[in-house]
């Protein structure tokens, strides 16, 4: 018996009570398109699937939602197409969404459904224009065809989590006409989790987390609540892309959510870290109501 | 009250019997390509959608398998990519099975699940890789990541259905690592029928139907054996792409399937007139032993 | 390809929103013992049969609740029996009752059961003394035997629609007792569709619909509410027989029916109008806060 | 405490290995129309109708089966139609069925479930029309509407009794053209009981039980087989209104039913006797591989 | 027919209405230790045993609740253990508590559940540390391991009712560090009891009911209610060991259960005399705004 | 992030593929009475409540099957009982049976649930006579109420895994007049995992596993086979006690369990070692047409 059979065992048993709090919970995960990107795309995408079979496996039950900004904007630029941004957000024509599209229903969605299903006929894609997951409305006429959430309607997640399938969600929202939209990933990740009542909304970035001087390296928040994230908008401290991110969190939280991630998604197995370790990693929101001890 | 009204009802009443004949039954249809492409193809494909959704409000349990082939070669042309086809498969490189996919699953899949959608939270698009649907393997290694089936878990599929909703499904499949293949829709669809079942393999072509005389357009063939359309193949009679439709449909009804159909796609509510009239249209292949009088 | 045929695919896709609209709902069908009578009774009869099987066919959960006045009085004639009528009720003695008992649920209910089960096994007879489904008082000691209605206990009729047969309900009660009534099969119909929550109720009768002007075959009422119902009553333009009716109608949608229908039977495949067209035929009554556009 | 009281627990207590053995077992019983008729038919009917409650109520799933022959007479003779006999089968010509079907299904039913109903909400009637019950052909073209069993179809049975009703069964059968036919409610009962896979068959009639001796009321058979009971009609012994009786049971036992017993009826409470006492009732007919001594 | 068969049959027939008051309903029965001990104990045991069983074949729930004290004693004066009281409750230190569980879950709970089984395989033995059943709280550190309920966790017995078991259930409970506690098992009866529902707890005791009068025999209370046994108590006149029974049968009764008896263990039957009469015996507890006519 | 925890991480991961391939299998552990004896009895104890909870958490369903010799003994002694011995076996008569009971079921059986259960309310104590469980039968008449066993109703513990629950069982047997009888655990664990279709049978025991050659300690058997079992059995090398354990693993293997494994129950954790890495530790016991190499 070497020593590391041993210390196997030990660590399993360590992970009881983790396994114990989460059996049952839905966790929701929003996957970022920049994790798929670049030469380690691929390896990172695996470490990522591993760890999401064994949520599954250890009986939570875990839900993907991703974007893929970068690869859209690779495959615009190989058809010889400027993306055009206003206020950081995408432009979006009609043939713009139409390679949105494509490209997130037909190139990353595959890909990370791909990956999981090498451990198992685990994963089911689906996009928000499935079942009628995800009814889109225009944001601004100005941007074109880029949606807001108008509604959503789980129930295709919800019996494809009762069939213990992964979903993983491609977000693209549809309005009343069939028209396609191209939505804000991280707001549909937010939006599907108070929709479903999930435990937990995780948030894979490339930041280590939200800081309370952005200068600031040791200024990482640990945990705070909605009330203080308000705040530290209104201050500025929070701005750019975090902001959907962190607004996504704030409302996912006061519908019920009851604990809020925006972790490193670049240290290998944030995942696991955070759900099986007492201290987590990144920031964490939760209800001020809800002493945050446990968790 | 005026006429039409009336005749309205008389003929929802003369499809009565149809509808009692197919109540529960699971009806493959292979939607083409071709009938999308093109400046009607929208007009084409809406018909087709309202079919599919009366099959399913009357009480039939409709799957949609579809292909893409000129939408795939129309990407790759702006790429500036080139089809290269050998015995008139496509030789398909590790850069155009992500194209395939990318055409398939995020293209040609949503626009029929929203075509569909219209009407209601009907569709759910689904891929070979969704849930292990489709086991690829290698069908000639000099044409790349071209597949042929090796093994349908139609669970998902089931599923679905049991949940009422339609499944769409892009004909593309995965190996055991991973890996997507680009596999004939025609095809697909036999292997998706035999496996679940199903009562009936409609393929919507843009042919009249088989003939005996290829020149000859009075030789239409209107119901025919497995057996004899082997003969046909034989003979020459049959020959190039109608080599998959016309081998699925042996297969299928060899198989257990009771019927399989090669229906005129061109022909508006082609489904909707198989399915409710006597005289049906296009090419009925039914086992020998099975008496081809109803239906 | 005659027009005919294309005639029928774009008549049943007109149904299809229509369709779609009352799956699963439950639409409970007063059929007058009127209708039976006379030599032109089985036809209609026939056409009443097939509409109910379509209704059941393309999902939605019909009840049939019947009479049978003018088939009561015909056999006591038979049997010279003498009827009494006192303000429009008949004078019911122990005789009577059991000849009205053995009319209603031996002779009318097995022929309308009768006529549809020769589309299937679907119907099955119901008297309201089975799994005590209408509980009966005295309604006035002076009519003996005639009852009113004092309870519905709906499981009987719940579980038949579970197990998708189609109900056909004679209109006896019983009292604690096991003492049989007479009960007004009008009365009987809207009770039922309230117990149930059914979505519609509707009465075939053998006028065209409500008139605001009695002797005005212009005056037709398309569309009126329970308080301009009780308006009308209260001003002697609704009386005599069609009293119970228009009481029925009133009660069920303060109840929670959605629509209740005065339609005239002796239009042919009247309740598929009805079911089927934008317009409908007769007379709609709704509640005022429920906008009547859509029906 | 009277010793009333003990003795009452006692006989309890001696009732629960017959409880015990009868859990969840479907037993048929024919109740004949004799012993509804006459001045005492009331009395006896709710005896009757407390044993089937009791049965029910202590787990077994008890079947009314019944008949109304001279009830069937009666309404002819005051309608002014003479009965008319053929080899003991009455001639039934449309006229004649069309009474015996308001009779069975208007009159003799009803009764049955309301003298049941008085106890709760467990009896159902049910017609051989109800749900496609009883598919009738015909026996003689001689006899006009006189049926013979085509085909049962439980299924409505099977609904009812697992929703915990009690079926009371009119034997009228209906063709495929919904023409109604009389048919021995004896012969019905057995085709019932075997369609079912009951466990009892139990004709309640006006005799003691069958005798090797038809003139010596010391010869009451208590036990015998398929085999011996063709012998003794074959030797005539067994003769005239007894044969369907003993042909039902001959039939019933060779398909599986274990046990067919012919009681007297006009005994309180046979049924209890037959089911909760050691020695029983009347005759029993068992298989012969099939040791006797239990029940 | 002897005379005897016919008046079982009657027997029956009056135990009708009281199988069909409490078919489905739970019924909780505290079983004594002391009606275990002695000589007699066996017999009394098998006709409790019989007793139970038979509510549970006409339909009831029954849950057996015992407690064990003279075995408990007689063990530890085995083992040379001196008991030691304090108000009436046994000190319990470490040793104890294991003489305790040893003798409730090893000795007492097995020796039902076996007189159960003879009857078939009804029982399933419980202790209150099987799923969480009973968590227990020090009652007072000067007991030891004397212990309150903290909380009842009924779903192990929902579960085993649902599968139709017949529980039995030893009165250990365990604290959360798994420390085993001796409770009360009058205690324990009324807190399962209001934890199910029950429609009725019973408790079998060595007296034949309460007494308004200590001294006088006549003085039998038949039905009170909380109030007034709450009076009782306080004036003195329910003392010593009835405490914990009274003080139960009032919480049960608040908290919902419609009856609570203490009845007289030592009268054979004096479970199905309760049932099973109008008068039923010992003392009835029943809330002041339920008229205790019915029972 | 310390290395502390990234290593956890990579270790769950590798546990990945062990949770899949046992996921929702059956595992039968019996846990030997000498492991819960002496000082170090409860922390070894509780090391293996946390193993099976976390088998438990993961998707396996465990049963776990003890004896209690040495307690057994105790008792007897603190009794100034002598116990005897005949052939291994202990002589049983009337009261060693009831204190085989009492330790089994109130002391042993509490122990191991009280572990389990400070994890949450997952165990539920079973002996032989719940539900039917264990019927056993006489031995041989010299040694008393030591039992065989007869039969196995597995439905209890059926019940209780499809409810979640951890069954514990003690092996107490029961016979038809509800005798109990002491029965081998080793039997008993085997006869279980026959019973239920267990994936495998696990004794905890106090050697290494088995040996070729008894008295070199590298003649470890790591695989073998029924047959050469029973060989080693034949020359004698296999003796005592683990006689009835190898004889267990013989059946259980041909009665269709997939594995049966005797393994080191000292080694910490040795249930999870076995369970989640490659090599395994111990014996390990499999039909010869299935190749060992997994598991």
Same mark, same amino acid.
């Given at each position: 018996?070497?020593?590391?059979?041993?210390?196997?065992?030990?660590?399993?048993?360590?992970?009881?009570?983790?396994?114990?709090?989460?059996?049952?919970?839905?966790?929701?995960?929003?996957?970022?398109?920049?994790?798929?990107? $670049?030469?380690?795309?691929? !390896? #990172?995408?695996? +470490?990522?699937?591993?760890?999401? @079979? &064994?949520?599954?496996? *250890?009986?939570?039950?875990?839900?993907?939602?991703?974007?893929?900004?970068?690869?859209?904007?690779?495959?615009?630029?190989?058809?010889?197409?400027?993306?055009?941004?206003?206020? $950081?957000?995408?432009?979006? !024509? #009609?043939?713009? +969404?139409?390679?949105?599209?494509? @490209? &997130?229903?037909?190139? *990353?969605?595959?890909?990370?459904?791909?990956?999981?299903?090498?451990?198992?006929?685990?994963?089911?894609?689906?996009?928000?224009?499935?079942?009628?997951?995800?009814?889109?409305?225009?944001?601004?006429?100005?941007?074109?065809?880029?949606?807001?959430?108008?509604?959503?309607?789980?129930?295709?997640?919800?019996?494809?989590?009762?069939?213990?399938?992964?979903?993983?969600?491609?977000?693209?929202?549809?309005?009343?006409?069939?028209?396609?939209?191209?939505?804000?990933?991280?707001?549909?990740?937010?939006?599907?989790?108070?929709?479903?009542?999930?435990?937990?909304?995780?948030?894979?970035?490339?930041?280590?987390?939200?800081?309370?001087?952005?200068?600031?390296?040791?200024?990482?928040?640990?945990?705070?609540?909605?009330?203080?994230?308000?705040?530290?908008?209104?201050?500025?401290?929070?701005?750019?892309?975090?902001?959907?991110?962190?607004?996504?969190?704030?409302?996912?939280?006061?519908?019920?959510?009851?604990?809020?991630?925006?972790?490193?998604?670049?240290?290998?197995?944030?995942?696991?870290?955070?759900?099986?370790?007492?201290?987590?990693?990144?920031?964490?929101?939760?209800?001020?109501?809800?002493?945050?001890?446990?968790?």
């Amino acid at each position: 018996m070497t020593s590391t059979h041993s210390q196997r065992a030990e660590i399993l048993v360590e992970a009881l009570p983790y396994i114990r709090r989460f059996a049952g919970k839905t966790i929701v995960v929003k996957y970022g398109g920049n994790a798929l990107a $670049g030469t380690s795309g691929d !390896d #990172a995408l695996n +470490v990522f699937a591993t760890d999401v @079979v &064994l949520m599954r496996l *250890v009986g939570m039950r875990p839900v993907v939602v991703h974007g893929g900004g970068p690869q859209i904007s690779e495959l615009m630029d190989r058809l010889g197409k400027q993306p055009e941004f206003r206020d $950081g957000l995408r432009v979006t !024509d #009609a043939e713009t +969404v139409d390679i949105a599209r494509m @490209v &997130l229903i037909g190139q *990353v969605n595959p890909q990370i459904v791909s990956a999981i299903n090498v451990h198992g006929d685990y994963a089911v894609g689906v996009s928000g224009e499935d079942g009628g997951l995800i009814r889109a409305k225009v944001r601004d006429p100005q941007l074109g065809f880029v949606g807001d959430v108008a509604d959503v309607n789980p129930s295709v997640l919800e019996r494809l989590l009762a069939d213990e399938f992964i979903p993983v969600v491609a977000t693209v929202g549809v309005d009343d006409h069939g028209q396609a939209y191209n939505i804000n990933a991280d707001t549909v990740a937010g939006e599907i989790a108070a929709a479903l009542g999930a435990e937990k909304l995780i948030y894979l970035t490339d930041i280590e987390g939200l800081r309370s001087n952005i200068e600031d390296s040791n200024s990482l928040i640990r945990q705070t609540t909605p009330d203080d994230l308000e705040e530290l908008i209104a201050q500025g401290i929070i701005a750019g892309g975090m902001i959907p991110k962190v607004r996504s969190c704030i409302d996912a939280v006061r519908r019920g959510v009851r604990r809020a991630h925006i972790l490193d998604g670049r240290t290998p197995h944030a995942l696991l870290l955070e759900l099986f370790t007492d201290d987590g990693v990144g920031t964490m929101v939760h209800d001020r109501a809800d002493g945050a001890k446990e968790d």
